[in-house]
């Protein structure tokens, strides 16, 4: 299957800039105390633990690429919401490679912009938790400039790596990058299961009950996230017999997938960024407990079950938006009108609109109710047995996600050059 040479050099190339990405992780940004910084993080959890899921660590670490891809993610997001406001980026996104070259260039200088923000607010926070080696005088200052300038050039720097992977390599890149960020905290996890097992062991059986059920979790989870990203409902089209020139063509049938899991991971990633405002601000104000404002923002702790339920509508809601905004019922049904082809059933035309929007919102109503169990679990979890799940939940979605999409992308790879051999 892979004996191919290009299809080998191409795992070999994503290969090494993983191991590049791995390298990158470990080197520290200078005047800053680690240690501090890892116990800020803790001490802050909520979005910055989230952060350091998705860095591999290098949040807590105070490495190169602490910040790892989430300015991209973020910029990525804005430009498709721009697609929505701005007719002028929606006439982009329908140029086609042209457009979609011009989108990225302009993701690309968004992402450096709300990294240097990022990473001033990063310094920040380190200031604040007494985490620089300097704080005083001319020598804050440059400090500062070389942490925000080395966190920038960090994110600019895991940017090119995913796009020579995307180019050069299997896959998506960016996507790739971020999975290997996760993948890399599968030793840490184990071995506090290890240790919660050792504990069991020694007489405190408590601990053997939490780890089973980690264990079972997990495994639940996994075959419900797979099985939902490989579940789709497909609308059987019908085209007519075609007369062109001199030749008739009979009528050929297809169908139109719709997939459970049409938004992916995105509207997780939107509920997180929005419940992280308010957790930011918690943690650069000192607020009185008794005050109204100490009672507000303790509600977007978390490990709150208020906290949970907000995150659970947050979900649904951008999960029905993201939907909204990338299938067009209506531009369905036209494009199905002009090339010849009808749903067995329905007629042509607001019959035909109508019944995909019917099943697209019905598909997008168990995507969306799925994603968010899913993403709240470990809040529920950690809630009922005070420990922690530290691959469930987010992660193994986007983990699941994109390993699947991988292999899709290798097995495309292998037929093509299947094609090649018998044509060549």
Same mark, same amino acid.
């Given at each position: 299957?892979?004996?191919?040479?290009?299809?080998?050099?191409?795992?070999?190339?994503?290969?090494?800039?993983?191991?590049?990405?791995? *390298?990158?992780? %470990? @080197?520290?940004?200078?005047?800053?105390?680690?240690?501090?910084?890892?116990?800020?993080?803790? =001490?802050?959890?909520?979005?910055?633990?989230?952060?350091?899921?998705? $860095?591999?660590?290098?949040?807590?670490? %105070?490495?190169? !690429?602490?910040?790892?891809?989430?300015?991209?993610?973020?910029?990525? +997001?804005?430009?498709?919401?721009?697609?929505?406001?701005?007719?002028?980026?929606?006439?982009?996104?329908?140029?086609?490679?042209?457009?979609?070259?011009?989108?990225?260039?302009?993701?690309?200088?968004?992402?450096?912009?709300?990294?240097?923000?990022?990473?001033?607010?990063?310094?920040?926070?380190?200031?604040?938790?007494?985490?620089?080696?300097?704080?005083?005088?001319?020598?804050?200052?440059?400090?500062?400039?070389?942490?925000?300038?080395?966190?920038?050039?960090?994110? $600019?720097?895991?940017?090119?790596?995913?796009?020579?992977?995307?180019?050069?390599?299997?896959?998506?890149?960016?996507?790739?990058?971020?999975?290997?960020?996760?993948?890399?905290?599968?030793?840490?996890?184990?071995?506090?299961?290890?240790?919660?097992?050792?504990?069991?062991?020694?007489?405190?059986?408590?601990?053997?009950?939490? %780890? !089973?059920?980690?264990?079972?979790? *997990?495994?639940?989870?996994?075959?419900?996230?797979?099985?939902?990203?490989?579940?789709?409902?497909?609308?059987?089209?019908?085209?007519? =017999?075609?007369?062109?020139?001199?030749?008739?063509?009979?009528?050929?049938?297809?169908?139109?997938?719709? =997939?459970?899991?049409?938004?992916?991971?995105?509207?997780? @990633?939107?509920?997180?960024?929005?419940? $992280?405002?308010?957790?930011?601000?918690?943690?650069?104000?000192?607020?009185?407990?008794? &005050?109204?404002?100490?009672?507000?923002?303790?509600? !977007?702790?978390?490990? &709150?079950? =208020?906290?949970?339920? +907000?995150?659970?509508?947050?979900?649904?809601?951008?999960?029905?938006?993201?939907?909204?905004?990338?299938?067009?019922?209506?531009?369905?049904?036209?494009?199905?009108?002009? &090339?010849?082809?009808?749903?067995?059933?329905?007629?042509?035309?607001?019959?035909?609109?109508?019944?995909?929007?019917?099943?697209?919102?019905?598909?997008?109503?168990?995507?969306?109710?799925?994603?968010?169990?899913? %993403?709240?679990?470990?809040?529920?979890?950690?809630?009922?047995?005070?420990?922690?799940?530290?691959?469930?939940?987010?992660?193994?979605?986007?983990?699941?996600?994109?390993?699947?999409?991988?292999?899709?992308?290798?097995?495309?790879?292998?037929?093509?050059?299947?094609?090649?051999? !018998?044509?060549?």
């Amino acid at each position: 299957m892979l004996s191919s040479k290009e299809i080998q050099s191409k795992i070999l190339f994503t290969v090494f800039i993983l191991l590049v990405y791995r *390298f990158g992780s %470990a @080197i520290p940004v200078p005047f800053i105390d680690a240690n501090l910084v890892k116990e800020a993080v803790k =001490k802050n959890g909520g979005f910055l633990e989230y952060l350091d899921v998705l $860095a591999g660590g290098g949040l807590s670490h %105070a490495t190169l !690429f602490a910040m790892s891809i989430t300015p991209y993610i973020n910029s990525s +997001i804005i430009v498709q919401l721009l697609t929505v406001v701005l007719p002028s980026f929606e006439k982009l996104q329908k140029e086609g490679e042209h457009g979609r070259k011009k989108m990225l260039k302009f993701t690309r200088y968004l992402t450096i912009v709300l990294a240097m923000v990022q990473g001033v607010f990063y310094y920040i926070l380190i200031y604040m938790n007494n985490g620089l080696h300097y704080t005083k005088g001319f020598e804050s200052i440059f400090s500062a400039v070389v942490i925000v300038a080395t966190l920038t050039a960090g994110t $600019a720097l895991i940017v090119w790596l995913g796009e020579c992977v995307s180019d050069k390599g299997l896959g998506n890149g960016i996507s790739i990058i971020l999975f290997a960020g996760i993948i890399s905290r599968t030793p840490a996890s184990v071995a506090g299961l290890g240790s919660m097992i050792q504990r069991g062991a020694e007489g405190q059986s408590k601990y053997l009950t939490f %780890a !089973f059920l980690i264990v079972a979790s *997990f495994i639940f989870m996994l075959v419900l996230v797979v099985l939902m990203h490989l579940a789709e409902r497909r609308i059987p089209i019908l085209y007519s =017999k075609r007369v062109i020139g001199r030749k008739m063509y009979s009528g050929q049938s297809a169908h139109i997938p719709i =997939k459970v899991s049409m938004s992916g991971v995105m509207p997780v @990633i939107f509920a997180n960024s929005l419940l $992280a405002i308010p957790g930011m601000i918690a943690g650069f104000l000192q607020v009185e407990p008794s &005050s109204f404002w100490y009672g507000f923002l303790s509600i !977007f702790k978390s490990n &709150s079950w =208020k906290y949970a339920i +907000i995150y659970f509508i947050l979900i649904l809601i951008f999960n029905f938006f993201y939907v909204s905004v990338q299938y067009n019922p209506i531009e369905i049904s036209n494009n199905l009108s002009k &090339s010849n082809g009808s749903i067995p059933g329905i007629r042509p035309g607001k019959p035909t609109s109508m019944y995909i929007s019917k099943i697209l919102w019905r598909m997008a109503t168990i995507g969306a109710l799925t994603i968010a169990f899913v %993403a709240i679990f470990p809040i529920i979890f950690t809630n009922l047995t005070g420990e922690n799940l530290a691959l469930v939940g987010t992660s193994l979605l986007i983990v699941v996600g994109v390993a699947l999409e991988t292999v899709r992308v290798i097995e495309s790879q292998v037929t093509m050059q299947q094609h090649k051999g !018998f044509l060549g």
